[in-house]
């Protein structure tokens, strides 16, 4: 290759280092095989990948944080109220680094949410409460409605009906 080029670009996508080098310097301008730009057998560069986050960022607990969690099912056990229709779910789950959970929450619908186990679940918290669980698995997604909201909608409507209905 007669001079030394000024920069080489080795790319690196999926962890996976491409098989092409991008040379630059005087007389160079190109892609050439990276057997070419480093010899044979090309090194295996040590690098810390672009597109992974330092591992403070990564830890469960700042997930938990931000709102949403990546999780997948163990079990799941689920009890309906056709009276009050409310149905309580409880969950135990694995998460990320391998640690069982158990999440509870109550919606106040009485229809069943589809996961087994094996399935990924993103859980989504607002103010330390499940507000959606959209089951990555399925692409299913299932927002959680707390009880209570139902009946207070029904209340405020029945209230101005009964006053029309006694004068």
């Given at each position: 290759m007669g001079e030394e080029p000024n920069e080489i670009r080795v790319f690196v996508a999926n962890g996976q280092v491409s098989t092409a080098a991008a040379v630059f310097?005087?007389?160079?301008?190109?892609w050439l095989p990276i057997t070419q730009v480093f010899g044979y057998p090309a090194p295996v560069p040590q690098y810390?990948?672009?597109y992974s986050?330092?591992?403070?960022?990564?830890?469960?607990?700042?997930?938990?944080e931000?709102?949403?969690?990546?999780v997948r099912v163990r079990a799941k056990n689920s009890r309906g109220d056709r009276k009050r229709n409310i149905r309580d779910f409880t969950i135990r789950v694995y998460d990320e680094a391998g640690?069982?959970?158990?999440?509870?929450?109550?919606?106040?619908?009485?229809?069943d949410f589809e996961m087994r186990s094996g399935d990924w679940l993103r859980v989504s918290?607002?103010?330390?409460k499940v507000v959606r669980v959209a089951n990555q698995t399925t692409g299913?997604?299932?927002?959680?409605?707390?009880?209570?909201?139902l009946q207070m909608v029904i209340l405020l409507v029945a209230i101005p009906v009964l006053a029309i209905l006694m004068f």
């Open positions: 310097g005087p007389g160079f301008q190109d810390q990948p672009v986050p330092p591992p403070a960022q990564t830890t469960v607990e700042r997930r938990q931000a709102g949403s969690w990546l640690s069982e959970h158990v999440i509870r929450f109550t919606n106040a619908a009485w229809h918290q607002k103010n330390g299913e997604v299932y927002s959680v409605t707390p009880p209570g909201c």
